[in-house]
């Protein structure tokens, strides 16, 4: 029965030298992972695909914090614990599209949220009454628009390029009831 005895060569790697340093000796690595190992990929893999998605942006509206063509990643959890924040970047479905149509995501930025009032005056985003810093925007808004107060349950919210941009100032607040999800980061593309 001498097929059931370690060959040469595996004696020659274990007892060697200067191979002990190795954490590996077993050489144990080198199989299949096992049903556990399995099914903690498995596992993953059903969370990840649960709580976030691969988004592409079709226009230049949050310009320049994103291009057109950039592929990003948006997690769908968060908000199911703690309340949107002013800042964050969120996917929301169209709030003007009619039920049964095929649906519109939009991606625009939180820059008030529920109790808060919002003009847009002289190129200057004013939220309760204070004009805002905003570095990350492309140019000052060109349009003037209404005092607006965001009523419980909702946010007021604007695309980065702000004189092309579809969003609050065109048609009101947007119910946080629409949001999927919020931007996480960029999937960078090898040719860039």
């Known amino acids: 029965m001498s097929f059931l005895r370690p060959s040469a060569l595996y004696q020659f790697l274990i007892t060697s030298p200067s191979l002990r340093w190795m954490p590996c000796q077993s050489w144990g690595f080198l199989r299949w992972p096992g049903l556990d190992g399995l099914l903690r990929l498995f596992v993953v893999l059903l969370l990840w695909s649960t709580f976030s998605e691969i988004r592409h942006i079709p226009s230049s509206s949050m310009f320049p914090t994103l ?10 959890a968060s908000y199911y614990f703690v309340s949107p924040a002013i800042h964050d970047i969120v996917t929301f479905r169209d709030p003007t599209q ?3 149509d095929e649906q519109v ?21 004013y939220v309760n009454g204070i004009a805002q810093k905003e570095d990350f925007i492309a ?7 209404n005092l607006t107060y965001v009523p419980q349950g909702h946010v007021f919210v604007l695309g980065d390029n702000r004189n092309n941009s579809f969003d609050s100032h065109f048609w009101g607040t947007l119910p946080i009831k629409s949001i999927l999800g919020r931007y996480v980061m960029r999937c960078y593309r090898p040719n860039r």
């Not at 291009?67 to 769908?76: F, L, N, T």
């Not at 995501?105 to 985003?125: E, M, P, W, Y």
């Not at 140019?139 to 628009?145: G, I, L, R």
Request: hydrophobic content about 35%.
């Open 67 to 76: 291009r057109v063509g950039d592929r990003i990643i948006v997690e769908r």
């Open 139 to 145: 140019e000052c808004p060109t349009y003037k628009s």
């Open 98 to 100: 009619h039920p049964g």
């Open 105 to 125: 995501v939009f991606i625009k930025r939180i820059v008030a949220k529920a109790g808060d009032s919002v003009q847009v005056n002289h190129g200057l985003l």
